[in-house]
Structure formats: C-alpha cells, structure tokens
C-alpha cells in the first residue's frame, strides 16, 4: 500500500532528478533457504491455465540449479518471506516484454515452475543480463515492521507505528488493516485533507476554510509542490545513489 503522503506529486518531484533507466530492486545471489525450498521444488501452478483459483501441485523430486544463468532473489527477510516488491524502468521493462536477446523468455518458462517466482523472476532477470545489471538501485523503497518472531506476513502497521513510519523516507508501506485509525492520522497530519475530500495540492485554487473545499476549483494539474515527506524520500534515494555509485558491479 502506498503511503499516503507519497502522493504522485512528491514522487514525480523526486524521480524527476534521478536518471530513467535505474532500476529500485532489492537482490541477492545468496539464497540461503530458499534454494532448497523455493528454487529446486518444481510445482505446477493451475491457476494459470484455470479460471478459478486451486492449489498447487508438487512434483516429487527436485532439478538441479540452472547452469545458464545465476538465480537471484529478493532480500531475504525471514524464514517465509523475500521482497517481491520493484520499481523498474521502462527500458527494463520492454527488455523482458520484447526480449531481443530471449533471457527474459527463457528465464519466464524457468521461473514457470518456481514457487512465488515473483520473489526472483525480475531479480534474475536484470542481475543476468549484460545491459541491465548495472542499473540497480538494491532498495525497494518499503516500509515494513516484522514481529519477533517473525510470521510469514509483516505487522500491520497502527498507530504507534506512526511516527517512525513518517520518517522512515520509504515511498511504500505495508501492511495495513482495513479502516484502522493510522490512515486517519496520514490524512490528518501529513495530507492536511478533510473527509471526503481530496488531497490539497497547489492546484488547488478555491478558498481555504473549514466548510469549503479548496479543490473543488483548481488551475494547472501539472503543477510540482512537493510537500516535506518528498525531501525525506529523497534523501532515502540520494543513499541508494551514493551506494549504488561506489560499486561497479550492483548484482553480486
């Protein structure tokens, strides 16, 4: 779930200075547990060819780690979970939609029979090709909580998570439950809008009070006027830059 203060205007501000074809995707080849568990199993997955939704199916034996290609994974946060989560640039994109060298197509029909494939398909892609490898920024802009010990999902974030969420700088949080108070407190304290309204921005022209909605007129939409969260965001990218400059080779 988005955070809500990191509305598209803070992060259009921000991006807007970082180069197109950098790519935000937590990695790693050191697998740990996962080799075993995730990577060798084969299953079948139905829901891929069925309409309705039903379990998957495990094949008794195991492959062999692929010999063409280095699989990677998201970043490893506990014994059930790896980051899935990516922000990927449009060249990358149309790289593993078009192909032109087939990675993306042999690694798709590889990852075909991966459990939760979406925690390493993307990963293995990029760190395996020549022409992207170097384009990752290793962070997946997300702020999570996990309990001690953890569960397969993170905490769900309330209220005396709020603060340290605020500053944490991450474009994403996750994860929520539904309705609770700390979405009331982003709306109050960090998105300054009323119930039932929209998020004020400086497009917004109308009136400022209590009774009137000051979005309900407005000017020019393309107008840029980040609000505090963008320059913590943005220092959470200038980090990432700065980590991301100091080594030549980002998929190891």
Known sequence: MIIEALIWRNLSHVFSSVRRDLNFIDHTSDLGWKEDQRVLPIVVDPGIYLAR??????????????????VFTGKVYNPYYCSPWVVLSRSFLEFCLFGWDNLPRTLLMYFNNVMLSEESYFHSVICNSPEFKNTTLNGDLRYMIWD????????????????QMAQSGAAFARQFQKDDPVLDMIDEKILKCGRNRAVPGAWCTGRRSWWVDPCSQWGDVNVLKPGPQAKKLEETILNLLDDWNSQSNQCT
Request: aromatic share 12%; hydrophobic share 25%.
């Open 148 to 163: 001690s010990p953890p569960k397969t999902e993170p905490h769900f974030l309330n209220g005396s998570d709020y603060d």
């Open 53 to 70: 939704r039903t379990k998957i199916f495990h094949a008794t034996q195991k492959r062999l780690m692929p010999d063409a290609f280095k």
